[in-house]
């Protein structure tokens, strides 16, 4: 019998990349959404369910049956997250899933974490040695959530893994981050705004986020594992890429969008980890990320009647 997942956050960015990956490897998939009729996934089967109703989640995780919970779910809308109060909602909301989750007898959790948790002074950030001190109610509320979720799962014999998403880009990404939002503006012949650029961070591909993920979700690894590429790359640089491969560069503003005043110059994941204990290695480089998340985006536009 194959082992069957639950999977929140199913119709987000990332989980709409882990649905196909999971099917492919012989999982029995069981998505929530919180509206009706989403996307169908050969394979897949979708419950809606309001994961803030802890009655609802109580049914549906007993229901359900999973032994594996891969749990993506939280507010993550560009330029509010940080500091939205839905934060708390979220954090509550996830206890209180994970705890009907065991009690239904489940085995394994991975819940999504985030480079947000880490002290972003330290610049590379290593699951070991780097302490968490986030900055944002966001980046608080997941680390909070890691804190309790260890404990509970010493306490319950409750299998668990935190892997630590950095930056991602590709495919289904909210249209206002920073590559959807430089591509789509060159797609449709308009200027590309964005800061100065010299800001180094770890970006990786979303197919390689996913597989990730499902790679950490089949084994008994615990604790906080970074997700990333673990190579530097400048903001500007990734721009500069993106806008070559659309004959758009010189529609680039660099500085046209004034930096956070508490910016870090440098957030790098030390992917060792991953690499070490599971082997994982990514599938994508730069160039072939950016091709086919311009590729996506200019069908996507051009189905919207919006490129020119």
Known sequence: MAPRVLVTGATGCI??????????????????????????????????????????????VSQVGASHLLHLAWYVVPGKSGSSLENIRWLQASLDLVQQF??????????????????????YCSEGLTPTNPDTLYGASKDALRSVLERYAVQ?????????IFFLYGPHEHPDRLVPAIVRALLRGEVARCSHGNQIRDYLYVED??????????????????????????????????????????????????????????VVADVGRLSSELGWKPTFDLDRGLESTIDWWRQRLEKDGQQP
Not at 29 to 39: G, L
Not at 156 to 164: E, F, K, N
Not at 235 to 240: D, F, M, Y
């Open 156 to 164: 319950t014999g409750l299998s668990q893994a935190w892997p630590r």
């Open 209 to 266: 986020v996913a597989e990730a993920l499902v790679t950490i979700l089949e084994t008994e690894s615990q604790g906080p594992m970074n997700i990333g590429s673990g190579r530097p790359i400048t903001l500007r640089e990734l721009v500069t890429r993106a806008a070559e491969k659309l004959k758009g560069l010189d529609r680039v503003h660099f500085g046209a969008i004034p930096s956070r005043s508490n910016d870090a110059a440098l």
């Open 15 to 60: 989980g709409q990349h882990c649905l196909p990956l999971l099917v492919q490897r012989g999982w029995d998939v069981q998505a929530v959404s919180s509206k009706p009729d989403p996307q169908v996934v050969s394979g897949v089967t979708w419950h809606e369910a309001d994961l803030f109703d802890i009655r609802r989640v109580a049914t549906l």
């Open 102 to 123: 065991r009690e239904a007898g489940g085995h394994r959790v991975v819940v999504a974490g985030s480079s947000f948790e880490y002290d972003w002074r330290y610049g």
